[in-house]
């Protein structure tokens, strides 16, 4: 099957090494553990390109995409705003490149990045620990109305 390259518009094929293997939309879905409507969202947001088109039109992804999908999806549960997560992508992306200044700024902007991250981890942890703690409290209470087993 015959694809084009969003880079640079040339046709490319499922085993063309350069890009690895080109999945579906479904599969891609599958394999990182989203829907495919969360892909889709993510697309229309600026997160994630699909790297090729099937010639039917059908989103194709490889193995690098799917592992920017994997950062959107671990960034989620911490509460980085759809900005946030473009402006995260945007310091990776460009550190493959940048040297210098502009590289020590990629560089700072990702520190603070790692500090957000961190922090709210903190912040979820301790709500799990309350969590926890009112469960605890439930089923002392719960063990102390049902009274001995008979």
């Known amino acids: 099957m015959a694809t084009t390259n969003r880079d640079t518009g040339s046709e490319q094929h499922r085993s063309d090494p350069a890009t690895g293997r080109l999945m579906q939309i ?3 879905a599958d394999r990182v553990g989203l829907s495919i409507r969360t892909i889709r969202h993510y697309e229309e947001a600026g997160l994630i390109v699909p ?35 473009r402006n995260l992508l945007t310091v990776v992306d460009a550190l493959d490149t940048a ?22 981890v903190t912040a979820l942890r301790d709500q799990l620990a309350l969590a926890e703690g009112f469960a605890d409290t439930l089923r002392t209470t719960l063990d102390h109305h049902q009274g001995p087993a008979v």
Request: aromatic content about 6%; charged content about 30%.
């Open 99 to 120: 040297t210098g200044v502009d590289r020590a700024a990629l560089l700072d902007r990702l520190a603070m990045f790692h500090t957000a991250a961190a922090a709210r």
């Open 26 to 28: 479904g599969e891609a």
């Open 51 to 85: 790297s090729a088109r099937s010639e039917g039109g059908f989103r194709l992804y490889t193995q690098p995409d799917l592992d920017r999908l994997a950062v959107v999806k671990r960034m989620k549960p911490l509460g980085f705003t759809l900005d946030e997560m």
